[in-house]
Each structure stands twice: as C-alpha cells, then as structure tokens.
Nanobody, 123 residues
Framework: QVQLVESGGGLVQAGGSLRLSCAAS????????MAWFRQAPGKEREFVAA???????TDYADSVKGRFTISRGSKNTLYLQMNSLKPEDTAVYYC?????????????????WGQGTQVTVSS
C-alpha cells in the first residue's frame, strides 16, 4: 500500500548537477530505510545510496562517493543530490523503501519501488 514516485530526472551535460526527489504515499512503515538504485540499458540494477529512517546513517556505492548525497526531507520525501555528473551515470534511477531500519545495499532488502526517472548525462 506504499507508493513511491520519483521526479527530477532530465538531460544534463557532464560536470553538471541534478537533484532527484522521491515522494512516498500510503501507509508509512516506521523505522524503514530508503535507497536509490539505478539501471542502464542492458545492465543490471545497481545500488547507488541508502539512508536510515532517522537520516543519521548513510551508505554509498564507491562509484558515487563524494559526488552524490542522499537525504530525507519532510512529508516522507527522499532526495538524491547529484553533482559532477559523468556520462556513466546515465540510467533510470529508482527510489526504494525497506521494512527494516538498516540501509543495506541489497536489492532484495527493498520491497517497495518507484517507477523510475531517466537521467541522461551527455559528454
């Protein structure tokens, strides 16, 4: 009964920035972690970043450390600030919610998914 909707994707040149948002609706599960994953054409879906319910603990994929920042806002909103974007960041980005507190990088941990938002980075 939880719905996640991503927004903020688009086309940007290499070195530019974008901020993705994820809005959750429906019954909220207290104490759950949330995360961002991405999937490029012909590639497997991969972990990008995760954050605990309180926002006090985060985890990032090595490929985005120092460039991306995950955070939680008000009204059950999740953000992903993406700076210094590279062409290899091009993918569909998905918001996901878990039913446990620990922000694990495993896809199987997350039971709720958004529809995805396209991010395209040109060289």
């Amino acid at each position: 009964q939880v719905q996640l909707v991503e927004s903020g994707g688009g086309l940007v040149q290499a070195g530019g920035s974008l901020r993705l948002s994820c809005a959750a609706s429906g019954r909220t599960v207290s104490g759950y972690a949330m995360a961002w994953f991405r999937q490029a054409p012909g590639k497997e879906r991969e972990f990008v970043a995760a954050v605990s319910w309180s926002g006090g603990r985060t985890d990032y994929a090595d490929s985005v450390k120092g460039r991306f920042t995950i955070s939680r806002g008000s009204k059950n909103t999740l953000y992903l600030q993406m700076n210094s974007l590279k062409p290899e960041d091009t993918a569909v980005y998905y918001c996901a919610a878990s039913q446990i507190a620990t922000p694990l990088p495993r896809i199987t941990t997350y039971g709720y998914w958004g529809q995805g938002t396209q991010v395209t980075v040109s060289s």
